[in-house]
Protein backbone atom coordinates (compact mmCIF):
# COMPACT_ATOMS: atom_id res chain seq x y z
CA UNK A 1 0.00 0.00 0.00
CA UNK A 2 1.37 3.58 -0.65
CA UNK A 3 -0.38 6.47 1.26
CA UNK A 4 -0.47 9.19 -1.31
CA UNK A 5 -1.32 12.03 1.40
CA UNK A 6 -0.12 11.82 4.67
CA UNK A 7 1.21 15.34 6.86
CA UNK A 8 3.50 13.45 8.82
CA UNK A 9 5.37 16.58 8.98
CA UNK A 10 2.88 18.07 10.86
CA UNK A 11 2.36 18.97 14.24
CA UNK A 12 0.13 16.02 15.43
CA UNK A 13 3.17 13.79 14.72
CA UNK A 14 6.23 15.80 16.16
CA UNK A 15 6.20 13.62 19.39
CA UNK A 16 6.46 10.36 17.54
CA UNK A 17 6.83 10.27 13.76
CA UNK A 18 9.63 8.10 13.84
CA UNK A 19 7.52 5.60 15.76
CA UNK A 20 4.79 6.26 13.26
CA UNK A 21 6.92 5.72 10.22
CA UNK A 22 8.41 2.48 11.58
CA UNK A 23 5.38 0.98 12.13
CA UNK A 24 3.94 1.59 8.85
CA UNK A 25 6.16 -0.03 7.33
CA UNK A 26 6.21 -3.22 9.60
CA UNK A 27 2.53 -3.14 8.73
CA UNK A 28 2.96 -3.16 4.89
CA UNK A 29 3.01 0.25 3.97
CA UNK A 30 5.95 0.72 1.18
CA UNK A 31 5.74 4.60 0.61
CA UNK A 32 4.17 8.02 1.71
CA UNK A 33 3.52 10.71 -0.28
CA UNK A 34 3.97 13.93 1.80
CA UNK A 35 2.07 17.07 0.70
CA UNK A 36 2.93 20.97 1.55
CA UNK A 37 0.58 23.33 2.54
CA UNK A 38 2.34 26.39 2.85
CA UNK A 39 5.72 28.23 3.07
CA UNK A 40 6.36 27.01 6.69
CA UNK A 41 5.71 23.45 5.35
CA UNK A 42 8.65 23.85 2.81
CA UNK A 43 11.26 23.03 5.57
CA UNK A 44 9.08 20.27 7.75
CA UNK A 45 8.17 18.74 4.23
CA UNK A 46 11.53 18.44 2.55
CA UNK A 47 13.03 17.41 5.78
CA UNK A 48 11.23 14.81 7.10
CA UNK A 49 11.66 13.34 2.88
CA UNK A 50 15.10 14.06 3.47
CA UNK A 51 15.39 11.85 6.58
CA UNK A 52 13.47 8.87 5.03
CA UNK A 53 14.77 8.87 1.24
CA UNK A 54 13.00 6.64 -0.89
CA UNK A 55 10.13 6.26 1.63
CA UNK A 56 8.76 9.41 1.78
CA UNK A 57 8.41 11.73 -1.13
CA UNK A 58 7.84 15.43 -1.02
CA UNK A 59 5.07 17.58 -2.69
CA UNK A 60 5.11 21.30 -1.99
CA UNK A 61 2.15 23.90 -2.62
CA UNK A 62 0.01 26.52 -1.38
CA UNK A 63 -3.35 25.33 0.17
CA UNK A 64 -6.23 27.23 -0.76
CA UNK A 65 -6.97 27.81 3.41
CA UNK A 66 -3.54 29.48 3.73
CA UNK A 67 -4.26 31.87 0.36
CA UNK A 68 -4.98 34.68 2.78
CA UNK A 69 -3.34 38.35 2.29
CA UNK A 70 -0.29 37.74 2.25
CA UNK A 71 -0.57 34.78 -0.68
CA UNK A 72 1.50 36.52 -2.81
CA UNK A 73 4.34 36.51 -0.45
CA UNK A 74 3.83 32.63 0.37
CA UNK A 75 3.65 31.80 -3.60
CA UNK A 76 7.06 33.45 -4.07
CA UNK A 77 8.65 31.10 -1.68
CA UNK A 78 7.11 28.38 -2.27
CA UNK A 79 7.89 28.84 -6.11
CA UNK A 80 11.46 29.24 -5.86
CA UNK A 81 11.89 26.38 -3.14
CA UNK A 82 9.92 24.26 -5.80
CA UNK A 83 12.45 25.38 -8.65
CA UNK A 84 15.52 24.45 -6.50
CA UNK A 85 14.11 21.33 -5.22
CA UNK A 86 12.40 20.14 -8.44
CA UNK A 87 14.78 16.57 -8.03
CA UNK A 88 13.42 15.56 -4.69
CA UNK A 89 9.65 16.24 -5.76
CA UNK A 90 7.57 13.84 -7.25
CA UNK A 91 4.81 16.75 -7.40
CA UNK A 92 3.06 19.92 -6.85
CA UNK A 93 0.91 19.88 -4.18
CA UNK A 94 -1.42 19.99 -2.28
CA UNK A 95 -3.01 22.85 -4.28
CA UNK A 96 -7.11 23.67 -5.53
CA UNK A 97 -10.22 25.66 -4.14
CA UNK A 98 -11.68 25.96 -1.12
CA UNK A 99 -14.90 27.58 -0.13
CA UNK A 100 -16.39 25.99 2.85
CA UNK A 101 -14.51 27.63 5.65
CA UNK A 102 -14.04 31.30 3.62
CA UNK A 103 -14.40 32.96 0.38
CA UNK A 104 -13.11 35.72 1.19
CA UNK A 105 -10.22 34.73 -1.39
CA UNK A 106 -11.84 33.62 -3.81
CA UNK A 107 -10.18 35.32 -6.71
CA UNK A 108 -6.38 34.88 -5.12
CA UNK A 109 -7.38 30.60 -4.72
CA UNK A 110 -8.21 30.65 -8.41
CA UNK A 111 -4.89 32.72 -9.55
CA UNK A 112 -2.93 31.15 -7.22
CA UNK A 113 -4.24 27.71 -8.52
CA UNK A 114 -3.84 28.87 -12.41
CA UNK A 115 -0.13 29.67 -11.21
CA UNK A 116 0.57 26.71 -9.85
CA UNK A 117 -1.12 24.68 -12.49
CA UNK A 118 1.81 26.04 -15.09
CA UNK A 119 4.33 25.68 -12.95
CA UNK A 120 3.42 21.69 -12.56
CA UNK A 121 2.98 21.93 -16.51
CA UNK A 122 6.19 23.75 -17.16
CA UNK A 123 8.21 21.36 -14.95
CA UNK A 124 6.35 18.31 -15.85
CA UNK A 125 5.32 17.44 -12.12
CA UNK A 126 1.53 15.87 -11.65
CA UNK A 127 -0.50 17.63 -9.21
CA UNK A 128 -2.15 17.11 -6.10
CA UNK A 129 -5.62 18.48 -5.84
CA UNK A 130 -7.76 19.96 -2.61
CA UNK A 131 -11.38 20.76 -4.10
CA UNK A 132 -14.50 21.34 -1.18
CA UNK A 133 -17.41 23.31 -2.27
CA UNK A 134 -15.50 24.30 -5.87
CA UNK A 135 -16.17 21.95 -8.10
CA UNK A 136 -17.39 23.78 -11.18
CA UNK A 137 -14.65 26.26 -10.55
CA UNK A 138 -11.88 23.88 -9.92
CA UNK A 139 -13.08 22.14 -13.04
CA UNK A 140 -13.43 24.85 -15.34
CA UNK A 141 -9.96 25.85 -14.64
CA UNK A 142 -8.47 22.54 -15.35
CA UNK A 143 -9.71 22.48 -18.24
CA UNK A 144 -8.80 25.55 -19.32
CA UNK A 145 -5.15 25.16 -18.46
CA UNK A 146 -5.06 21.78 -20.06
CA UNK A 147 -6.92 23.49 -23.36
CA UNK A 148 -3.93 26.28 -23.57
CA UNK A 149 -1.19 23.94 -23.13
CA UNK A 150 0.15 22.80 -26.68
CA UNK A 151 2.28 20.19 -24.77
CA UNK A 152 2.85 16.43 -25.45
CA UNK A 153 2.67 15.77 -21.51
CA UNK A 154 -0.66 16.21 -20.42
CA UNK A 155 -1.43 18.00 -17.39
CA UNK A 156 -2.21 15.04 -14.90
CA UNK A 157 -2.86 14.66 -11.00
CA UNK A 158 -5.14 13.28 -9.04
CA UNK A 159 -8.27 14.50 -6.86
CA UNK A 160 -7.40 14.05 -3.12
CA UNK A 161 -9.96 12.73 -0.85
CA UNK A 162 -12.36 12.49 -3.29
CA UNK A 163 -16.42 12.34 -2.47
CA UNK A 164 -17.99 14.01 -5.02
CA UNK A 165 -21.52 12.78 -7.99
CA UNK A 166 -20.82 10.52 -10.53
CA UNK A 167 -20.93 13.02 -13.23
CA UNK A 168 -17.90 15.05 -11.18
CA UNK A 169 -16.43 11.72 -11.10
CA UNK A 170 -16.55 11.15 -15.12
CA UNK A 171 -15.31 14.13 -15.98
CA UNK A 172 -12.06 13.91 -14.26
CA UNK A 173 -11.37 10.66 -15.23
CA UNK A 174 -11.80 12.17 -18.96
CA UNK A 175 -9.43 14.62 -18.28
CA UNK A 176 -7.10 11.41 -17.44
CA UNK A 177 -6.87 12.60 -13.54
CA UNK A 178 -7.07 9.83 -10.62
CA UNK A 179 -9.37 9.90 -7.59
CA UNK A 180 -7.73 9.47 -4.47
CA UNK A 181 -9.97 7.72 -1.66
CA UNK A 182 -9.57 7.92 1.41
CA UNK A 183 -11.34 7.16 5.33
CA UNK A 184 -14.59 9.02 4.22
CA UNK A 185 -15.52 5.71 2.05
CA UNK A 186 -16.36 3.70 5.26
CA UNK A 187 -18.52 6.21 6.82
CA UNK A 188 -21.89 5.50 7.80
CA UNK A 189 -23.65 7.77 5.71
CA UNK A 190 -21.49 7.73 2.86
CA UNK A 191 -22.63 7.18 -0.87
CA UNK A 192 -19.17 7.28 -2.38
CA UNK A 193 -19.46 3.22 -2.71
CA UNK A 194 -22.37 3.42 -4.85
CA UNK A 195 -21.52 6.24 -6.42
CA UNK A 196 -18.19 4.27 -7.96
CA UNK A 197 -20.47 1.19 -8.51
CA UNK A 198 -22.32 4.04 -11.38
CA UNK A 199 -19.46 5.19 -12.67
CA UNK A 200 -19.39 4.39 -16.61
CA UNK A 201 -15.95 5.27 -17.72
CA UNK A 202 -15.70 2.47 -20.88
CA UNK A 203 -11.79 3.91 -21.52
CA UNK A 204 -10.30 2.13 -19.00
CA UNK A 205 -10.85 -0.23 -15.52
CA UNK A 206 -12.23 2.39 -13.27
CA UNK A 207 -9.50 1.00 -10.71
CA UNK A 208 -6.59 2.25 -12.76
CA UNK A 209 -7.91 5.29 -11.77
CA UNK A 210 -7.59 4.81 -8.07
CA UNK A 211 -5.46 6.28 -5.41
CA UNK A 212 -5.31 5.14 -1.29
CA UNK A 213 -4.48 8.05 0.82
CA UNK A 214 -5.51 8.88 4.85
CA UNK A 215 -4.74 12.36 4.87
CA UNK A 216 -3.35 11.97 8.07
CA UNK A 217 -3.62 13.05 11.36
CA UNK A 218 -7.25 13.53 9.79
CA UNK A 219 -9.99 11.34 8.43
CA UNK A 220 -9.48 8.13 10.20
CA UNK A 221 -11.37 5.21 9.37
CA UNK A 222 -13.90 2.98 10.75
CA UNK A 223 -13.42 1.59 12.79
CA UNK A 224 -10.85 4.15 14.04
CA UNK A 225 -12.56 7.33 13.36
CA UNK A 226 -11.68 9.95 15.43
CA UNK A 227 -8.38 8.94 16.23
CA UNK A 228 -5.19 10.71 14.96
CA UNK A 229 -4.83 8.96 11.23
CA UNK A 230 -2.54 6.21 10.63
CA UNK A 231 -1.53 4.58 7.07
CA UNK A 232 -1.73 1.33 7.52
CA UNK A 233 -5.55 1.82 8.27
CA UNK A 234 -5.92 2.10 4.34
CA UNK A 235 -6.86 -1.33 4.75
CA UNK A 236 -9.96 -0.38 5.83
CA UNK A 237 -10.67 1.75 2.57
CA UNK A 238 -9.23 -1.52 0.65
CA UNK A 239 -11.81 -3.39 2.04
CA UNK A 240 -14.79 -1.09 1.19
CA UNK A 241 -13.35 -0.84 -2.45
CA UNK A 242 -12.55 -4.61 -2.51
CA UNK A 243 -16.68 -4.92 -1.52
CA UNK A 244 -17.26 -2.26 -4.72
CA UNK A 245 -15.22 -3.99 -7.27
CA UNK A 246 -15.83 -7.47 -6.01
CA UNK A 247 -12.60 -9.02 -5.68
CA UNK A 248 -10.59 -8.83 -2.80
CA UNK A 249 -8.45 -6.01 -0.27
CA UNK A 250 -5.31 -7.21 -1.81
CA UNK A 251 -6.33 -6.88 -5.36
CA UNK A 252 -6.77 -3.02 -4.89
CA UNK A 253 -4.16 -2.60 -2.63
CA UNK A 254 -1.41 -3.63 -5.44
CA UNK A 255 -3.43 -2.13 -8.49
CA UNK A 256 -3.57 1.10 -6.36
CA UNK A 257 0.00 0.60 -5.66
CA UNK A 258 1.07 0.55 -9.00
CA UNK A 259 -1.38 3.60 -9.90
CA UNK A 260 0.58 5.64 -7.11
CA UNK A 261 3.95 4.94 -8.81
CA UNK A 262 2.62 5.34 -12.38
CA UNK A 263 1.24 8.73 -11.50
CA UNK A 264 4.59 9.90 -9.55
CA UNK A 265 7.20 8.14 -11.13
CA UNK A 266 8.44 6.58 -7.36
ZN1 LIG B 1 -4.25 17.20 3.06
Request: hydrophobic share 45%; proline share 4%; no cysteine.
Given at each position: ?????IHIDEEAFAADSEQVIARQQEKGVTAMIVPGVNAASVETVLSVCRAHKGYCFAALGLHPEDVKEDWETQWKTIEKAIRTNREELVAIGEIGLDYYWDTTYKE???????????????????VILHNRNATEDILKILQSTICNLQSEHPLRGVFHCFNGSRETAEQILKMGFYLCIGGVITFKNCKLAETLKEIRFPETDLRN??????????MAPVPHRGERN????????????AEVFDTTPQEICTITTQNAKQLFGI
Open positions: MIDTHQQKEVLRRQLLLARELNLPRLLLETDAPYESQWMIHVAERL
